[in-house]
C-alpha cells in the first residue's frame, strides 16, 4: 500500500484558474462533511434557466479558501511587522 502524505491538489475554477491548495485543504476537503455540499446550488433555481450556470457550495468554498490564502499572502507582504510565518499563510 502506498501513502502519500504531504501532497498539494490543483483544482481547476472558471474564475480563478488553477487553484493549488495544501494537503491539510486537500484532506479537509477529502472528508464526508466537506463533500455534502457538492449537490447544493449556490445559485438556488437559476441553474434551470442559465443551464451552463453548475456553480454549487462545493466550488464556492474551494474558491473561498484561495481568496482567503491571496488576502492572508497580501497581508503578509504589505505589513511585515505582522510576522505571519509561511506555515500560517
Same mark, same amino acid.
Request: hydrophobic content about 35%.
Given at each position: 500500500?502506498?501513502?502519500?502524505i504531504?501532497?498539494?491538489?490543483i483544482? =481547476?475554477?472558471d474564475i480563478?484558474?488553477p487553484?493549488?491548495?495544501?494537503p %491539510?485543504a486537500v484532506?479537509? !476537503?477529502?472528508?464526508m462533511?466537506?463533500?455534502?455540499?457538492?449537490n447544493i446550488?449556490?445559485l438556488?433555481?437559476a441553474?434551470?434557466?442559465?443551464?451552463?450556470?453548475? =456553480?454549487n457550495?462545493?466550488?464556492?468554498?474551494i474558491?473561498v479558501?484561495? %481568496?482567503a490564502r491571496?488576502? !492572508?499572502?497580501?497581508?503578509?507582504?504589505?505589513?511585515?511587522?505582522l510576522?505571519?510565518?509561511?506555515?500560517?499563510?
Open positions: 500500500m502506498l501513502h502519500i504531504n501532497m498539494s491538489k483544482f =481547476h475554477d480563478h484558474g487553484i493549488e491548495l495544501c %491539510l484532506k479537509i !476537503i477529502d472528508t462533511e466537506f463533500q455534502r455540499p457538492r446550488k449556490q438556488g433555481s441553474y434551470m434557466v442559465f443551464t451552463s450556470t453548475s =456553480h457550495r462545493f466550488e464556492h468554498s474558491g479558501a484561495h %481568496l491571496s488576502l !492572508i499572502n497580501e497581508i503578509a507582504r504589505n505589513q511585515p511587522e510576522n505571519i510565518s509561511r506555515a500560517e499563510n
